[in-house]
């Protein structure tokens, strides 16, 4: 199959300060699809080669763009955007979000988030995406099967929780079935396809994360049995997926809150091994390449170099920042640092499901920060964070992300006409320049321009 339109990505594997010089960006161009799902060819439509030309050809109209990939969201949230919690994230986690996760122990509930969250993410094109799990083995067991019938990548885990407050109740278990519960959830799930499981995990459709909520929601005693558990299928790519340094009101916020509970120097630490009072060590890391932190707002520079060092991930969720007041995370500093920076929705914290919606929100908050600080990322940069980071942070790099042939054809088209006006600003943008008419694309979409989305070259559909 053959689509041809406006072809955007960024080629080959370059560092987010490289994005620009690796754009392709083919006003008339076609994406070749192969019987495999993988890209055949992406570039030019004059040059397409020969022997690809008899193929179908689908005129898509539009735009051609890789799926966008989320790298934080929760899926028992997805009915929890612009939820008032009176307060920032501690306030509103436990007078909004524990009460609400707690309704998915009811399997028929269950069964409708799971529907609408898969629905959701399709009509935004978020093709591969880590998502935060429910607590409850059946809501993510609908979870995984919705996504893979919709032919979706998801990598998930349940949210573990041993202690939390009162409102945490319904979501809490003890250590012993946190543990089997996570094992199970591996056996069943990890690596499985629509018919069984992959040779290799690593490449499947559906994989899995350990994921403790955050350091305050389990104990020294559940980081240690994690830390064993991890080490025994960190091998296997499972994935570990938490929070991480988001809220830093003194006294009583988010880390003041862990290093006062585990006595440690730095939050991370809690995720490192070293959650004994005085960063001292109690167990196995948790880091890795397969390691994804949300937030990272406040990080110390030891922290985002060990995030650095261990080829672990933040995923950047400025929409969410905003709505819980949890601060900018400083653009610069944390670039430098080394460490891949991919973005969340953090849907329902943030309540934006377009990856474009997010980028939107990290070019006006790193616009707006403190004087010599402040950063235009440019229009390259942004699609980079949308796509190949993401792929980046999941390390499915050689799997999707972008349109190098032999990828898997994972792809949105978005058609600016069905979107009032937007077709005419881009019209414009597009007589200025390349980098003009890029960022006016992704500043200025909105969901009723994404036409169709493809994984794996198939399109998916949430009625499969
Ligand atoms: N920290 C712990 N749990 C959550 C959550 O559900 N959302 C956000 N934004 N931060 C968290
Ligand atoms: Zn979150």
């Not at 083919?26 to 192969?34: F, H, I, M, T, W």
């Amino acid at each position: 199959m053959i689509y041809r339109g406006h072809l955007i990505h960024i080629a080959g594997s370059p560092a987010l300060d490289e994005a620009a010089d690796a754009l392709i960006s083919e006003v008339d161009g076609v994406l070749a699809v192969d019987a495999q799902g993988r890209v055949a060819y992406a570039g030019a439509w004059r040059d397409l080669p020969p022997e690809l030309a008899a193929d179908v050809v689908v005129d898509s109209g539009g735009y051609l763009l890789p799926g966008f990939v989320d790298t934080h969201l929760h899926y028992p949230q997805t009915f929890t955007t612009d939820a008032f919690g009176g307060g920032e994230l501690l306030e509103w986690l436990e007078r909004c979000v524990f009460p609400a996760e707690a309704r998915l122990a009811d399997p028929a509930y269950a069964d409708a988030i799971a529907a609408q969250f898969v629905r959701r993410r399709i009509a935004v094109g978020t093709t591969a995406a880590m998502v935060f799990g429910s607590a409850f083995p059946t809501a993510q067991g609908a979870l995984f099967e919705k996504s893979l019938g919709a032919g979706l990548r998801i990598v998930s885990g349940r949210g573990i929780q041993t202690t939390g407050p009162e409102s945490a109740a319904p979501l809490l278990t003890d250590d012993d079935t946190a543990i089997g519960l996570t094992r199970d959830e591996i056996a069943r799930w990890h690596g499985r396809e629509l018919s069984g499981f992959a040779a290799d995990a690593r490449d499947a459709l559906v994989q899995v994360a350990v994921v403790p909520r955050f350091s305050l929601s389990v104990t020294t005693e559940t980081l240690g049995r994690l830390g064993d558990l991890y080490a025994e299928v960190r091998e296997a790519g499972v994935y570990f997926h938490s929070h991480l340094n988001e809220n830093d009101r003194p006294h009583d916020g988010e880390i003041a809150a862990v290093r006062d509970l585990y006595g440690v120097e730095a939050y991370l630490d809690t995720y490192d091994g070293l959650f004994l009072p005085g960063s001292q060590r109690g167990g196995e890391s948790l880091l890795g390449r397969r390691s994804i932190l949300a937030h990272s707002v406040h990080s110390l520079e030891r922290e985002l170099h060990r995030m650095a060092e261990t080829g672990s991930s933040i995923a950047h969720c400025p929409t969410s920042q905003l709505f819980l007041g949890s601060g900018t995370m400083p653009w610069r500093r944390t670039v430098t640092s080394g460490v891949n920076i991919a973005v969340g929705t953090d849907v329902g914290a943030g309540d934006e499901w377009l990856i474009p919606r997010v980028l939107n929100d990290a070019f006006k908050v790193h616009m707006s920060e403190e004087g010599l600080l402040a950063q235009a990322i440019a229009p390259a940069q942004l699609l980079f964070l949308g796509t190949l980071a993401g792929a980046r942070a999941l390390d499915q790099e050689r799997l999707l992300g972008n349109f190098d042939v032999g990828k898997d054809a994972d792809f949105v088209i978005v058609d600016a006409a069905a979107q009032p006006g937007f077709d005419t600003a881009l019209a414009f943008a597009a007589e200025q320049s390349a980098e003009a008419h890029l960022f006016t694309l992704l500043m200025g979409m909105r969901e009723a321009a994404v036409a169709a989305v493809h994984v794996r070259g198939r399109k998916v559909d949430p009625g499969r």
